[in-house]
């Protein structure tokens, strides 16, 4: 029997990390998916749109059409002296793989391209047809990424029936959580006007400082939404304050605020920049709001995908998952628009975005039956 560490879907992660591809670069990554794919028969079409590259991969015409969806885009190091090795070295210690995207999402994209190499090699003639959709837009702006494939696709009149995105779902073990959905995202980066001035002479001037942050702790004290049987409430969370000159004799004359609603399908883009312009007009500040809605919620109902990957998980783990909607954005937002099925399913998240990322190694194969056995069950004669 193959030794984990060396077996092929393990092996591809290791070209996956090796390849340094901040975000929107893709480091090679996806010619070297293609030119795997494209040997076991899938039509490979790369699109690109300003520096960020996607492929988008298909093999037959029929339906129903599962997609693998994944980035290949990783975010920046940190410092790059507090990690034990080198991100974009693989390295293997205590059982673990880790490098910069072991976990979020590289990882992921060799079990399901793997996967889907011994799915082809078993059904060479099977029913309906396998996509992927990969880009390096994910952990970026997300503007010119799976968004402007989805754009494309929906335009040739392309319909994925059934999407697996491989993002990193599981807490504390593999396959203690999916995610049937996600909560939307709004932020908002709003400027209150005041008077600059001397602190000696607080009369002459207007801190907006001072009068900004009553209507900030009504915000922060308000109750948005109690979510429903799907989400959890809508939260309000403010990320960045910035006023003043840096000197500690000048009354600023104006503050900058961005903050950001993570909400649920219990309340709408509208309601909300309705009601944080009520509190801001109640406590009657001078300022200007620029809104940006980066993701509408979304949600999978139960059906043949979630069960599926629920009935697959059980069987290679012996986990019971939970299915969720917690967590931040992903692409799954983008292609909820295309498919009536998406759900998000990857190795445990404790690692991610931090130094030292890593999965791993013996939950790795396991990772790669999961992906094969839902597509068996999806494609089954």
């Not at 976990?103 to 309906?128: C, L, N, Q, W």
């Not at 696709?153 to 993002?167: M, N, P, S, T």
């Amino acid at each position: 029997m193959t030794r984990a560490d060396s077996s092929p879907s393990v092996q591809l992660a290791r070209e996956l990390i090796a390849r340094p591809s901040i975000t929107p670069e893709d480091g090679g990554c996806q010619e070297l998916l293609a030119e795997r794919l494209s040997r076991i028969g899938f039509s490979i079409e790369p699109m690109r749109w300003g520096a960020v590259t996607n492929l988008w991969a298909r093999r037959g015409g029929a339906s129903p059409l599962v997609c693998f969806v994944g980035h290949t885009d990783v975010v920046p190091t940190g410092p790059l002296d507090q990690w034990h090795s080198n991100p974009f070295v693989p390295t293997e210690r205590d059982g673990r793989l880790y490098g910069r995207g072991a976990a979020d999402m590289k990882t992921s994209i060799a079990a399901f391209v793997v996967a889907v190499e011994h799915f082809v090699a078993k059904h060479p003639s099977h029913r309906g047809s396998v996509a992927l959709l990969i880009t390096s837009d994910e952990e970026g702006p997300a503007v010119n990424g799976t968004a402007k494939v989805v754009e494309l696709l929906k335009a040739r009149g392309e319909r994925i029936d059934y999407c697996l995105v491989g993002e990193p779902t599981s807490v504390s073990r593999l396959g203690d959580m999916i995610k049937n959905g996600r909560r939307g995202s709004l932020s908002g980066a709003l400027r209150v006007r005041g008077v600059q001035g001397h602190v000696a002479y607080p009369h002459l001037a207007k801190n907006p400082i001072h009068l900004l942050a009553p209507a900030l702790a009504e915000l922060a004290a308000t109750e948005w939404d109690q979510g429903n049987e799907h989400f959890p409430p809508t939260t309000w969370q403010v990320s960045n304050i910035h006023a003043g000159t840096g000197a500690a004799n000048v009354i600023p004359g104006e503050a900058e605020v961005l903050f950001n609603f993570r909400f649920s399908t219990a309340s709408t883009p509208e309601g909300l920049e309705r009601r944080v312009r009520a509190t801001l007009d109640r406590h009657r500040l001078d300022y200007e709001i620029e809104w940006s809605l980066s993701g509408m919620p979304y949600l999978t109902p139960s059906g043949k995908l979630t069960g599926a990957m629920s009935e697959t998980i059980r069987e290679v783990t012996g986990i019971t998952p939970e299915i969720s909607t917690t967590g931040g954005t992903s692409d799954g937002r983008f292609i909820a628009e295309l498919c009536p099925e998406v759900v998000e399913f990857g190795p445990v998240n404790e690692s991610i975005h931090k130094l030292n990322e890593h999965v791993a190694i013996d939950a790795i194969e396991p990772l790669r039956e999961i992906y094969l056995r839902t597509l068996l069950r999806l494609l089954e004669p």
